[in-house]
Each structure stands twice: as C-alpha cells, then as structure tokens.
C-alpha cells in the first residue's frame, strides 16, 4: 500500500456563491513530483492555500501525512513548506538577513540551517547583497531556501519559474529534481509552463473550474501521448509483413479499420515508406502522429488552454 503525503476527499472551497474547488479528490504519493495543472483560476492556487493552512474549506476533508482533524493537521503542517504567489521577501535584507527573520518568526531552532539552506540552493556566495538587487532566478531561490527552513516533507510551490529566463528555468528544475532524489521531499509544483513541468513531474493532476478532472502517472501520460507513424496501405497484413520483415520491428499495432501504428522508425520515416513502396505497396496514407502535454490537457478540457 503507498504512502500518501496528501490526501483530499470532496474537497470545496466556495467564493460568495462560486466554488474555487468543487468536491477535489487528490492523493499525492510519498517521494512524487506532482505536477498541478489549470488555468489561471481554475483553483491551484486556492488548494494549495487551503492544503497549507491559510484558506479554510467550505466542505470536505484534507488529509496530511495521514493526519485529519483540526488539530493533527496544525502539527503535520509543521512538516510542509510552501512558496505561494511568488517569495515574500524583505528588500532591505541579503539572503541570511531573509531567512534568520523567517526562522525567528516560525520558532525554528538552530542559526546553523540559514548557511545550510543558502548552500542548498546556490545562494552562500551573495554575501551583503540586498534582495532588491537579486535577479528574479535568485529572488525564487531564496524563496525556495525561505519554503526549506525546518527541512519539510513535503514542498507546495505555486509558479515556482514563472518570469524566469531559460537559465533560470533550467537551474530550478534540477535544483528541484535534487531536493526530489537526494532528500526524498515530496513537491507539488503548480505551473501554467506545461513543457517544464514534462520534464520533471512524476504524477499529473489537471483542474478545470475548480474540478479535479484527472490524475496520472507519467507513465500513463506518455502511454496516451505515444508518437507513432500512422500508415494506411492497401494491405495491411503485407504491411506489416514488411514491417516485421524487412525493417525487423514488431512494435506496431493494427487497427481495425486497417491502419497501423508503428512505435519504433520515427526518426527514419524515409526507411519506412521506401520499404512499403519497394513492396508493391499503395501508401493511402502515412504521418506521424502524437501529443505532448500541452496539448492532451488542451483536448482534455475541451478547448484553448489560456493559461
């Protein structure tokens, strides 16, 4: 049985008479990257408000670490780190100033986590520079060292490379992964940069309209997203014949109208259709197809994303 770190069961949160969150149903396994999914407004933000304590539901139940009730919760929080709505910093401060102030304010004990946490983000080496002067890259770095005082579980951070340039994109993305793997730390990153987030997430949850309206592995997104050569040929039991035979390769499938999907060639689409001609064969027709995630969660909610 896995361990989760989240858990929600019909989850609502209501702004005068609209639901920011309609019956949510999300379950985050311990050591994921959950990648959180939806248009600005569809509810990431207010879940995640309401996951760390700082929004109150109007129904349902959160579960944190298998905890539930008022109580349990106020103790498992202590357990979670959150950055929401981008860092809250104090511009007159450096990076040390920064986090002794919110170490002081969360009762953490121990001045020695401040240098820990800077060097755990690439931050150790700013020295008496005010955060005014920060780059925005270092602004959610410090943010992110700010979410990691008292060595959470579990991190919820809300745009976490929103406005960072491609440096700082890529630089938070393996600073992430290493927290991940290194430390174990459960993180669900909230994101409108769908391509961003295929390449670091490990589980998918998309909300539209407050509604949870699908989890899932990434295994189980590459599975619906898989790229393949589409063939329509006027034999298709010599087609695959040829497939098998001539380019040695089984991974294809046939449909039942005749087509087939062929999984392996995609980068020799050449060798491909040449083999079929060769054979005789009448290609009617022959493209590559597939998704990536932008646009199976376009299709998945039934429109433009305008995220």
Do not use: W
């Not at 309609?22 to 985050?28: A, Q």
């Not at 349990?72 to 202590?78: D, F, G, Q, S, V």
């Amino acid at each position: 049985m896995h361990e989760y770190v989240l858990r929600t069961n019909q989850l609502t949160k209501d702004f005068k008479g609209q639901a920011a969150l309609n019956k949510v149903n999300m379950e985050i396994r311990k050591g994921a990257i959950y990648g959180f999914i939806g248009q600005n407004g569809a509810g990431k933000s207010t879940l995640i408000r309401t996951v760390t304590g700082l929004a109150f539901p109007t129904g349902g139940t959160i579960e944190l670490f298998g905890e539930s009730g008022e109580q349990a919760l106020t103790e498992a929080r202590k357990r979670i780190g959150s950055m929401i709505e981008g860092p809250a910093l104090f511009p007159h401060m450096t990076a040390a100033e920064n986090l002794e102030a919110n170490r002081l304010l969360r009762g953490i004990p121990g001045k020695e986590c401040v240098a820990r946490m800077l060097k755990q983000v690439g931050l150790e080496g700013t020295g008496r520079k005010k955060a005014r002067n920060f780059s925005l890259g270092m602004k959610q770095r410090l943010g992110l060292a700010i979410a990691l005082l008292g060595d959470p579980e579990f991190l919820l951070l809300d745009e976490p490379i929103n406005g960072l340039d491609p440096t700082g994109v890529v630089e938070m993305r393996e600073l992430l992964r290493r927290l991940n793997r290194e430390l174990g730390i459960t993180i669900l990153i909230s994101s409108h940069i769908l391509s961003e987030l295929h390449l670091v997430a490990s589980h998918y949850g998309i909300i539209h309209r407050g509604r949870l309206l699908e989890q899932l592995t990434a295994g189980e997104l590459l599975a619906k997203c898989q790229h393949y050569l589409l063939i329509k040929a006027d034999h298709p039991e010599r087609a695959a014949a040829v497939l098998q035979n001539k380019l040695g390769t089984a991974d294809f499938e046939v449909m039942q109208d005749g087509s087939i999907k062929l999984f392996s060639c995609m980068e020799e689409p050449g060798k491909v259709s040449a083999a079929l001609f060769s054979a005789g064969l009448v290609i009617e027709k022959f493209m590559p197809m597939g998704e990536d995630l932008e646009s199976y969660y376009t299709k998945r909610i039934g429109g433009h994303p305008h995220v």
